[in-house]
Nanobody
Framework: QVRVVESGGGLVQAGGSLRLSCAANGRIDKINVMGWYRQPPGKQRELVAE???????NYADAVKGRFTISRDNAQNTGYLQMNSLKPEDTAVYHCHTLVQYAPVVERSYERDYWGQGTQVTVSS
C-alpha cells in the first residue's frame, strides 16, 4: 500500500501564497499522474491540477495563471504553488497519485491512492 501525505496548508490572507507538498511512500514503481483536488465546505470535490510523469499539465480554469503544479519524480513528491489566493480557494486540498506497477512487463497495471488532505483557508 502507498501512503500519500500532504503538507503546507494553512491560513493566509487574500492575495497571499502557499506551497503544498505531496509525498508518496511505499510500494511504487512509477507515479504516472499526480494531481491535486480540493473540496470546499459543503461542495463537491473538484480537480485543481494534475501532472503526468512526462510533465503534461492540466489546470482547472479557476486556478489558471495563479497555481503551478510540479513534481520531483526521483523523490515521488509533488508540489502545488498557489499564488494570488482568493477566499474561494478555501478548501481541503487532497493529493491523488496514479501509480504504475510492472512486476512483469506484459502485465503492467495502475492503482490510485489519496492523501487525507491539508486545509487551506484564505481570509478576506
Amino acid at each position: 500500500q502507498v501512503r500519500v501525505v500532504e503538507s503546507g496548508g494553512g491560513l493566509v490572507q487574500a492575495g497571499g501564497s502557499l506551497r503544498l507538498s505531496c509525498a508518496a511512500n511505499g510500494r511504487i514503481d512509477k507515479i504516472n499522474v499526480m494531481g491535486w483536488y480540493r473540496q470546499p465546505p459543503g461542495k463537491q470535490r473538484e480537480l485543481v491540477a494534475e501532472i503526468t510523469r512526462d510533465g503534461l499539465i492540466n489546470y482547472a480554469d479557476a486556478v489558471k495563471g495563479r497555481f503551478t503544479i510540479s513534481r520531483d519524480n526521483a523523490q515521488n513528491t509533488g508540489y502545488l504553488q498557489m499564488n494570488s489566493l482568493k477566499p474561494e480557494d478555501t478548501a481541503v486540498y487532497h493529493c491523488h497519485t496514479l501509480v504504475q506497477y510492472a512486476p512483469v512487463v506484459e502485465r503492467s497495471y495502475e492503482r490510485d491512492y489519496w492523501g487525507q488532505g491539508t486545509q487551506v483557508t484564505v481570509s478576506s
